[in-house]
């Protein structure tokens, strides 16, 4: 199944990287020579040291615009080895957050199926979200991601919500610490 991003999740996510470029901005010239990014950023990057007020907020913008077309983790990765950025952190829980709303996605769509041809929903539905969120992180307890996503389709009561999201961050957290 294909997740579209709604335009205020994609106006978002532009916000993060606009954060991003302004940490990379405020870096010292010797911490933007050894960024993981091509030439041409780092520098855009240096002339921003001399610009003042309006000038320095279209240069940060500008490039914001070319880092939107690039993957940002190992910037991200980079922030947060030198500066202990919140930024990578404030990503991976976005993606969390994500992958449980995709997840609690599937189980409605699979509950108004089931509800269409009058049967009950089987606790192996087909889920695309669940199968991500496994590949992602190998050590996901699927049983209770598959409990709590059928209580929530049942009850709509947030704290099953925030147990699919407390499962996904707990087997995020032991990838993190394994690996």
């Known amino acids: 199944m294909e997740y579209n991003l709604s335009r205020s ?8 990287v606009e954060q991003l470029t302004k940490e990379l901005v405020n870096l010292s010239l010797s911490e933007i020579k050894k960024l993981p990014c091509d030439d041409e ?7 921003t040291v001399g610009l003042k007020s309006g000038s320095r907020k279209r240069h940060i913008k500008f490039i914001t615009k070319l880092l939107r077309k690039q993957e940002t983790s190992p910037l991200l990765q980079f922030l947060s ?10 990503k991976n829980f976005k993606e969390l957050e994500r992958l449980r709303d995709d997840i609690i996605t599937d189980a409605i769509q699979a509950a108004l199926l089931a509800k269409s041809i009058d049967e009950q929903l089987d606790s192996k539905w087909l889920s695309p979200a669940i199968d991500a ?6 050590n996901l307890d699927e049983t ?7 209580r929530f389709t049942r009850t709509r009561k947030p704290a099953h919500s925030r147990e699919i999201f407390k499962t996904l961050k707990a087997a995020a957290e032991q990838l993190h610490f394994q690996g």
């Open 9 to 16: 999740e994609k106006k978002r996510q532009a916000k993060r």
């Open 133 to 138: 969120a496994k590949e992602r992180l190998p």
């Open 144 to 150: 209770t991601i598959r409990t709590s996503a059928l």
């Open 41 to 47: 950023i780092k520098e855009l990057l240096r002339e």
């Open 81 to 90: 080895e030198k500066k202990g950025s919140r930024l990578e952190k404030n």
